[in-house]
């Protein structure tokens, strides 16, 4: 694996400087959530690499419950697809009349093109961590991995690969698509490949879905 | 609010090259869990800015569902400490015995010294995002929390700041601590200040509660 952490020990720790922070701003601003991309097939050794700095995200009590599963059979990929089709038509149907056809013409889903798909599990039984942190708020290993996946993002991003992030799935037919540990929680379906554009304004805010909103007002005092 | 979306409209998507690739890979390694903090205050404004930056991050259909409640009342913070030190207690005692003492000396909580704490919520019942990609996954609304609590994570320590994230706590006793509406579901109370020394290996690591494991174990096929 490219990335272990005692290579890196010996050194010092890092300074970052204002250069850096503009353009982890521009990262972090420029991420985005894509949802067309080319066929184009990643450099070999591409998403080990990625998956390694993914795992440099916290966990809960260190117990790193994320686990990675590539879908590369067709099979598998079209069940997921199908999946994905029939909750997105029960999505369809609980919107709102006006807001439907808008919805429909959201295409939310890079499955049919992204060269590599990544469904992301939480393993609930890892005994790793020995369940530090993990009683009082079990969901800390939903959130770990949850974690895990934006981490992996944003080393994408750096390289110039995009993520979309699939959540209009069951997670108990992917599971079974899967057929992963009964333990394995699925925490995100992700799709990685090339974006077909880079766009710095989020799709839903540029169809005119959703704005980004003040920041005042997610800021509360006690 | 310093980040505006609009304000960086106008430019181009960034490219990325090794020497940020390089830095960025450092402040993930580097990020740390800190538990122990100096007493000195924050730059004003640094907490707004903070949250400015991580309200960049991927919410679930745009929906921000992310509510930042900074605690600075001293009663409803030694209400804090109270239920962070029952639930310890709890978790010692749920504690294999040879493991009982050295978790009583991890020193889990920066309750004490750090000069600001963060409750941060995810409000379940915000209509921004129409319910998008939530039918079948409604706990993508805490996974968006739990990824802008990561994203104001690195930008703190990428401005010399550090984060440690406490879980040991009963969400119900800190909703009622901090009078927040009832949709709220806490999900990190965060402690921000400057640490006290910078180090690259996890406390826990350190302290030979857990390791990090290799990458290997958790990438699978199918």
Redesign the interface.
């Known amino acids: 694996?490219a990335?272990e952490?005692t290579d890196?020990?010996a050194?010092q720790?890092?300074?970052?400087g204002p250069a850096?922070?503009e353009?982890?701003?521009?990262?972090?601003?420029?991420?985005r959530?894509v949802r067309h991309f080319k066929r184009d097939k990643l450099p070999d050794e591409a998403v080990?690499r990625l998956?390694?700095?993914a795992?440099?995200?916290?966990s809960?009590?260190?117990?790193?419950p994320?686990?990675?599963?590539?879908?590369?059979?067709p099979e598998?990929r079209a069940a997921v697809r199908s999946c994905f089709e029939a909750?997105n038509a029960?999505?369809l149907a609980?919107?709102?009349p006006s807001?439907a056809d808008q919805?429909a013409r959201l295409k939310?889903a890079g499955l049919h093109d992204a060269p590599c798909q990544i469904?992301v599990f939480a393993d609930r039984g890892t005994d790793?961590?020995?369940?530090?942190?993990?009683?009082?708020?079990p969901?800390?290993i939903?959130?770990s991995v949850?974690?895990a996946?934006?981490?992996l993002?944003?080393?994408a991003?750096?390289?110039?690969f995009g993520i979309g992030?699939v959540?209009?799935?069951?997670?108990d037919t992917v599971h079974a698509i899967?057929?992963?540990p009964e333990d394995w929680h699925?925490?995100?379906y992700l799709c990685l490949g090339y974006p077909q554009n880079?766009?710095?304004?989020?799709l839903?805010?540029r169809q005119g879905?959703?704005?980004?909103?003040?920041?005042?007002n997610?800021?509360?005092?006690?």
């Open positions: 694996m990335i952490p890196r020990e050194s720790p890092p300074e970052f850096f922070r353009q982890l701003l521009d990262l972090l601003t420029w991420r959530d080990e998956i390694g700095i795992s440099l995200a916290p809960v009590g260190l117990s790193e994320w686990r990675f599963v590539l879908v590369d059979d598998r909750c029960e999505a609980a919107q709102d807001r919805y939310l469904a790793q961590g020995h369940g530090l942190g993990r009683l009082t708020m969901e800390t939903e959130y949850a974690i996946i934006y981490t993002w944003l080393a991003r750096a390289e110039g992030w959540s209009i799935l069951d997670p899967l057929e992963v699925l925490v995100g880079a766009e710095e304004t989020p839903l805010q879905w959703e704005s980004r909103r003040d920041t005042e997610v800021i509360f005092r006690r």
